[in-house]
């Protein structure tokens, strides 16, 4: 077993010949296989003490392990023993040559070494430091340690020039071959030019700083006389070669000025067309607002009609009542004049005895008021009940006058649940699931229900259902409204599951009444899906509410951001709001948001994040959190207040 050590100043280029030795066939070392510190660890760990003992980041003399770190060299050792040559390339190693060559005598050492200004060239392109007399003094340190390791032990050395050794690669293999003993393969691939030389402007600057020091010049003539390999005696012209680096350099420069110049008239231009699209958008902006407020003002008009027409009916109903109270009067009046007309013949029939005829013409008497009184008492019957069926028609009014009170909001939405709708085809009948009323859609794959929506405005239908049998029954669903198929899109999270209905505006006479078709590819049975169901009716959706949503103006988002930024943002809110811009945005629920996530809810209660809503767009849409659907209430969390915070950061 032999093991060559490559090594020289961090700086040099010591790692391409530490490559030209590899490809010759210098095996690198095997990794440990009993969970020992590999050569790479060995050395940082000693350059980490080396540094702790010399307290600073430089070592500037030789580290002398001990026995602990001898054993440790030692298990390396042992676990390449059946490998003929071996080695490693290291810059530490410079500082431990001592220490290595004592351990055993088939270790070998390849020092590299490099010219004064190539090497200060590479540490102002590398290296993070001072630029002073301490580079130098670096330097010096180093190649002293080289020169003086090389004269004390020259049969187990080479002194090799960085640029001899790798311009003549085969001549330093030979030389390792003669004085090591080694059978290292001589032709070996060439390293590229392009990292051979140093940055000749590099150079220039170096040799300018180092034209005083005159202890590196004489320090590197010493090692120039003394190497193996020493450098070829060329003095290039650096002057010329810097002038022609910097030549290319300056067109380089010239040419990234005009890129750069090229792109900031570009995106210039992209901001004067930004600068007009948000100038339409505001235009567009305000005119929804007109819009808006028109729809509030016709909102208030039906109110008050409402109202007025409450008024009436209740006073109508006062009305009947007087003359239900009336007519009751004029019925007692009637049976007391019988009673008196009773009590007035029988006083007669038993004071006096009347002859026959005058008997019989009070017998007729009293028969034309009997039948007199019961036609008064049947008209008082017709009349009670035509105030009771007005009555009956009073309060069923006055229900679904509450009724549709309760459902409209005063953001114009209503809520409808499947319990107090009635189907026209093809649903179950309600059942309760886990606290909810719910019908199922079946036998056949179309279901239909009439729904009160006037289409005089573009409007959102959101659909809340708690499931369906199969999932890939979703794929094929559509909907249809008055004959007429719409889009619309699903959205199935961990915690809500709708479908969002587009109803967009009709110019025909508006009906208060619309027909909806929910249609299904398949259907499909429980049992069919779960062995242990008994349930095998075919089953499409299970609904349980519908939500009616007018569509809101439409709000940009001006992030200060790049544009592709913006684009983006845009995109993904269109892509989850159906190609409604403002839907999710409008009707999130923050306060569900906060419960399902407590760490943003923690982080609104410290401060660090305005509200849910800003939190969702700038980062939990990012994260994959759901999106809250506010469907039977205003927004606790995430109002218009935070879209115009994030419209105007």
């Given at each position: 077993?032999?093991?060559?050590?490559?090594?020289?100043?961090?700086?040099?280029?010591?790692?391409?010949?530490?490559?030209?030795?590899?490809?010759?066939?210098?095996?690198?070392?095997?990794?440990?296989?009993?969970?020992?510190?590999?050569?790479?660890?060995?050395?940082?760990?000693?350059?980490?003490?080396?540094?702790?003992?010399?307290?600073?980041?430089?070592?500037?003399?030789?580290?002398?392990?001990?026995?602990?770190?001898?054993?440790?060299?030692?298990?390396?050792?042992?676990?390449?023993?059946?490998?003929?040559?071996?080695?490693?390339?290291?810059?530490?190693?410079?500082?431990?040559?001592?220490?290595?060559?004592?351990?055993?005598?088939?270790?070998?050492?390849?020092?590299?070494?490099?010219?004064?200004?190539?090497?200060?060239?590479?540490?102002?392109?590398?290296?993070?430091?001072?630029?002073?007399?301490?580079?130098?003094?670096?330097?010096?340190?180093?190649?002293?340690?080289?020169?003086?390791?090389?004269?004390?032990?020259?049969?187990?050395?080479?002194l090799v020039n960085r640029n001899a050794g790798l311009s003549d690669s085969s001549d330093l293999l030979n030389l390792c071959n003669d004085r090591f003993a080694l059978s290292l393969q001589v032709d070996v691939p060439s390293i590229d030019s392009e990292h051979q030389e140093p940055d000749t402007i590099g150079c220039v600057l170096a040799q300018c700083f180092l034209k005083d020091r005159a202890d590196v010049y004489n320090l590197y003539?010493?090692?120039?006389?003394?190497?193996?390999?020493?450098?070829?005696?060329?003095?290039?012209?650096?002057?010329?070669?810097?002038?022609?680096?910097?030549?290319?350099?300056?067109?380089?420069?010239?040419?990234?000025?005009?890129?750069?110049?090229?792109?900031?008239?570009?995106?210039?231009?992209?901001?004067?067309?930004?600068?007009?699209?948000?100038?339409?958008?505001?235009?567009?902006?305000?005119?929804?607002?007109?819009?808006?407020?028109?729809?509030?003002?016709?909102?208030?008009?039906?109110?008050?009609?409402?109202?007025?027409?409450?008024?009436?009916?209740?006073?109508?109903?006062?009305?009947?009542?007087?003359?239900?109270?009336?007519?009751?009067?004029k019925v007692d009046q009637y049976k007391k004049k019988i009673e008196t007309l009773q009590k007035e013949m029988s006083a007669f029939v038993e004071g006096q005895g009347h002859n026959a005829s005058e008997l019989e013409l009070l017998r007729d008497k009293s028969r034309e008021m009997e039948q007199e009184n019961e036609l008064l008492l049947l008209q008082l019957h017709q009349v009670q009940e035509e105030l009771e069926h007005y009555f009956?028609?009073?309060?069923?009014?006055?229900?679904?006058?509450?009724?549709?009170?309760?459902?409209?909001?005063?953001?114009?939405?209503?809520?409808?649940?499947?319990?107090?709708?009635?189907?026209?085809?093809?649903?179950?009948?309600?059942?309760?699931?886990?606290g909810k009323p719910l019908r199922w859609s079946g036998p056949e794959p179309r279901a239909t229900l009439r729904l009160p929506v006037k289409r005089d405005k573009d409007q959102l239908l959101v659909i809340h259902y708690e499931q369906v049998v199969a999932p890939e029954q979703l794929k094929g669903l559509h909907f249809e409204v008055d004959g007429e198929q719409v889009n619309h899109n699903v959205y199935d999270t961990l915690s809500q599951?709708?479908?969002?209905?587009?109803?967009?505006?009709?110019?025909?006479?508006?009906?208060?009444?619309?027909?909806?078709?929910?249609?299904?590819?398949?259907?499909?049975?429980?049992?069919?899906?779960?062995?242990?169901?008994?349930?095998?009716?075919?089953?499409?959706?299970?609904?349980?509410?519908?939500?009616?949503?007018?569509?809101?103006?439409?709000?940009?988002?001006?992030?200060?951001?790049?544009?592709?930024?913006?684009?983006?943002?845009?995109?993904?809110?269109?892509?989850?709001?159906?190609?409604?811009?403002?839907?999710?945005?409008?009707?999130?629920?923050?306060?569900?948001?906060?419960?399902?996530?407590?760490?943003?809810?923690?982080?609104?209660?410290?401060?660090?994040?305005?509200?849910?809503?800003?939190?969702?767009?700038?980062?939990?849409?990012?994260?994959?959190?759901?999106?809250?659907?506010?469907?039977?209430?205003?927004?606790?969390?995430?109002?218009?207040?935070?879209?115009?915070?994030?419209?105007?950061?």
């Open positions: 077993m032999k093991v060559v050590v490559c090594t020289g100043t961090p700086w040099t280029g010591l790692e391409q010949v530490g490559t030209v030795l590899k490809a010759a066939g210098i095996q690198p070392p095997i990794n440990p296989v009993r969970g020992q510190a590999t050569i790479e660890s060995f050395h940082a760990q000693l350059e980490k003490v080396g540094q702790a003992d010399n307290r600073s980041s430089f070592i500037g003399q030789p580290v002398h392990p001990g026995k602990i770190w001898g054993q440790q060299a030692l298990g390396i050792l042992q676990d390449n023993l059946n490998q003929q040559v071996w080695g490693w390339t290291n810059s530490f190693s410079t500082w431990l040559l001592d220490f290595w060559q004592s351990l055993d005598q088939n270790i070998y050492f390849v020092l590299v070494y490099s010219t004064p200004e190539e090497d200060f060239a590479r540490f102002m392109q590398h290296e993070e430091g001072p630029l002073s007399e301490i580079a130098a003094d670096q330097w010096l340190s180093i190649n002293t340690q080289l020169l003086r390791f090389y004269n004390r032990n020259r049969e187990r050395c080479l003539r010493e090692i120039q006389a003394t190497a193996t390999q020493p450098a070829e005696d060329e003095s290039p012209d650096l002057i010329d070669s810097a002038w022609s680096a910097y030549q290319d350099l300056s067109l380089k420069v010239t040419q990234q000025r005009q890129q750069y110049t090229d792109a900031l008239t570009k995106q210039e231009r992209q901001l004067r067309e930004q600068s007009t699209e948000l100038e339409q958008c505001r235009e567009e902006h305000e005119l929804l607002l007109l819009q808006l407020h028109q729809v509030q003002e016709e909102l208030e008009s039906t109110f008050l009609d409402s109202q007025k027409k409450q008024a009436d009916s209740a006073n109508q109903q006062a009305e009947l009542k007087k003359q239900l109270e009336a007519s009751g009067k009956l028609l009073y309060q069923e009014s006055q229900a679904k006058q509450e009724e549709q009170a309760a459902q409209v909001q005063s953001d114009g939405r209503i809520k409808l649940f499947m319990s107090g709708l009635s189907s026209e085809e093809n649903w179950y009948p309600v059942e309760e699931v886990e599951k709708y479908v969002v209905v587009q109803l967009p505006a009709t110019p025909e006479p508006h009906s208060l009444e619309i027909e909806l078709a929910i249609v299904l590819s398949k259907m499909v049975k429980p049992c069919d899906v779960a062995a242990e169901s008994p349930d095998d009716r075919p089953l499409g959706i299970a609904v349980y509410s519908l939500s009616i949503l007018p569509v809101t103006p439409r709000l940009r988002i001006n992030w200060p951001d790049t544009s592709y930024r913006r684009l983006q943002l845009k995109r993904k809110i269109s892509r989850i709001g159906g190609g409604i811009e403002t839907f999710p945005l409008a009707y999130f629920d923050g306060k569900t948001y906060l419960q399902e996530y407590p760490d943003v809810a923690e982080a609104v209660r410290q401060g660090t994040v305005a509200s849910a809503l800003i939190h969702y767009v700038q980062h939990g849409y990012y994260d994959g959190h759901d999106f809250m659907l506010a469907d039977t209430h205003l927004p606790s969390e995430g109002d218009e207040n935070d879209l115009i915070r994030i419209e105007r950061p």
